[in-house]
T-cell receptor, first 113, second 111 residues
Framework: GAGVSQSPSNKVTEKGKDVELRCDPI?????LYWYRQSLGQGLEFLIY????????KSGLPSDRFSAERTGGSVSTLTIQRTQQEDSAVYLC???????????FGQGTRLTVV | AQRVTQPEKLLSVFKGAPVELKCNYS??????LFWYVQYSRQRLQLLLR??SRESIKGFTADLNKGETSFHLKKPFAQEEDSAMYYC?????????????FGAGTQVVVTP
């Protein structure tokens, strides 16, 4: 593909439901990031995958959040038992290697009602 | 731990005036510094990185290791420079190069 692709673009869910957000990185990129962008806030780091290393999960706000990256490519961010404070734009980015330019997807706007 | 600080949440400047966005970082080592920009309704994208020493869209940024700063400057702001700007750092030891962002500075250029 031409760039990082995220799906869905928009997701409205009821409080308490689980959601899955998908990220297709640029082919060959070994690093993959998830960030959260809330209204009026900056970019909050969530999780970072680098090659076959153990992911850095230090930014996940609670144990309701988890992410995996299968086969070193597609990544899924899962939020269980969603809360209203989870409403935000979730951004995925990938880079060719560590310390290289990160390319961002268009984001998934999650609204919890 | 690595940290990036952007002290200004909003910068409002007139067209043709100089603009400077401040960025200070905390990192013990040799980090790589970036500026990313997000125009309205567009994806976040790289503006410039310190190792390239380029001037992109008239913007420059110099890494000052003594002051641990990476301020972004443009001598004559244009209306199309209105956007959200993020300073970011990638370290060599923390998480193998995890990209850490500052809180961002919203730039508004008025005619």
């Amino acid at each position: 593909g031409a760039g990082v692709s995220q799906s869905p673009s928009n997701k409205v869910t009821e409080k308490g439901k689980d959601v899955e957000l998908r990220c297709d990185p640029i082919s060959g990129h070994t690093a993959l990031y998830w960030y959260r962008q809330s209204l009026g806030q900056g970019l909050e780091f969530l999780i970072y995958f680098q090659g076959n290393s153990a992911p850095d999960k230090s930014g996940l706000p609670s144990d309701r959040f988890s992410a995996e990256r299968t086969g070193g490519s597609v990544s899924t961010l899962t939020i269980q038992r969603t809360q209203q404070e989870d409403s935000a734009v979730y951004l995925c980015a990938s880079s060719l290697r560590r310390q290289a330019e990160a390319f961002f997807g268009q984001g998934t706007r999650l609204t919890v009602v | 731990a690595q940290r990036v600080t952007q002290p200004e949440k909003l910068l409002s400047v007139f067209k043709g005036a100089p603009v400077e966005l401040k960025c200070n970082y905390s990192y013990s080592g040799s980090p790589e510094l970036f500026w990313y920009v997000q125009y309205s309704r567009q994806r976040l994208q790289l503006l410039l990185r310190h190792i390239s020493r380029e001037s992109i869209k008239g913007f420059t940024a110099d890494l000052n290791k003594g002051e641990t700063s990476f301020h972004l400057k443009k001598p004559f702001a244009q209306e199309e420079d209105s956007a959200m700007y993020y300073c970011a750092l990638s370290g060599q030891t923390d998480s193998w190069g995890k990209l850490q962002f500052g809180a961002g500075t919203q730039v508004v250029v008025t005619p």
